[in-house]
């Protein structure tokens, strides 16, 4: 169950940006805010490596997006043109996420991370937490660049 929520939570990011162009994929939210679909997507991206790769399963493999010199550059460091890398990026950071879950097997295994004690369940049900928080973003982000609405 929730290996299948999850999978549905990372579909509805990708279905809110679906069809859109790097300029509208970068178009911010309403001011003061400089969220963009993009940014959730990028920031998924680091999130899923963080939890699964680094935090669960330890691996020592540096963050798909950089956060060393900017904290934010999963939102910041936005380029319409590189949206493509971006989202291809995403896709195998969530395919080596479902790989490191389906490897662990027992989802009340507790992470590598001695700094994080936590199990895989835990990081799954937080990490459906976290997209449905972004999801909920994207609804209005996307309805503001060209009113589509629903889940």
Known sequence: MLAV????????????????????????????ST???LGLVRHMTYVEWHWFAHVF????????ISLEEDLDADFNDLRSCAAPVDF??????????RSICESA???????????????LRWIMIHMIEEYARHN???????EQVDGSVGE
């Open 5 to 32: 929520w999850l999978d549905y939570q990372r579909s509805t990011l990708l279905w809110k940006c679906d069809a859109l162009e790097g300029a509208e994929l970068v178009h911010p939210a309403i001011p003061p």
């Open 35 to 37: 969220l963009t679909l």
């Open 57 to 64: 399963a330890g691996s020592e493999s540096p963050p798909p």
């Open 88 to 97: 291809d990026r995403y896709r195998r950071q969530c395919d080596a996420s």
């Open 105 to 119: 097997g027992d989802l009340d295994g507790v992470a590598a991370s001695p700094d994080r004690p936590v199990s």
């Open 136 to 142: 909920g973003h994207a609804d209005l982000l996307r």
